[in-house]
């Protein structure tokens, strides 16, 4: 059975409602899931084949949420690549910022550079339109699925 890690970058919660929105989907789909809300490259065991589906919040003026910040800097410290690790984005942000979705776009870049492969398309979320993020999930996680199971086995 395929173990997806979902990983979860929130600042006020309302990302970690989105993530575990995604789990009833991907278990009815026969994957199993692992929840990370802090997420530790450590717990990962990155020699083998991993699935990750981030959900990610941005925060302040394009940043990372706190608890994601610690993740981000051991994966800009490995000295191996990614290469076996695939993953899909969620971002969650506001329009009203010039930097809507900074973080998720910012991480995506960061895991292609570091040799992961990424499945399907970046959902984004906008509060602005979507003030219960959780409620769009089943708009985009039903093709992310079949992306993936195209890609992985």
């Known amino acids: 059975m395929i173990n997806i890690e979902i990983l979860v970058g929130s ?14 989907y991907l278990e009815s789909a026969g994957f199993t899931t692992n929840m990370h809300f802090t997420p530790d490259l450590t717990k990962l065991d990155i020699e083998t084949q991993q699935i990750w589906l981030i959900c990610l919040a941005t925060h302040g003026a394009g ?6 910040k610690p993740y981000i800097e051991q994966i800009k410290q490995l000295n191996t690549k990614l290469d076996n690790v695939y993953f899909g984005l969620v971002g969650i942000g506001d329009s009203n910022y010039d930097t809507y979705c900074h973080a998720a776009k910012n ?19 906008d509060v602005v339109n979507s003030p219960i993020p959780e409620d769009k999930v089943e708009e985009w996680i039903p093709s992310w699925i079949e992306d993936l199971k195209k890609r992985v086995n």
């Open 107 to 125: 991480v995506n870049d960061l895991l292609l550079e570091s040799g992961a492969t990424k499945i399907g398309d970046t959902f984004y979320i």
């Open 11 to 24: 600042t006020l919660g309302s990302t970690e409602y989105v993530a575990e929105a995604t789990q009833p």
């Open 63 to 68: 940043d990372y949420p706190d608890n994601f």
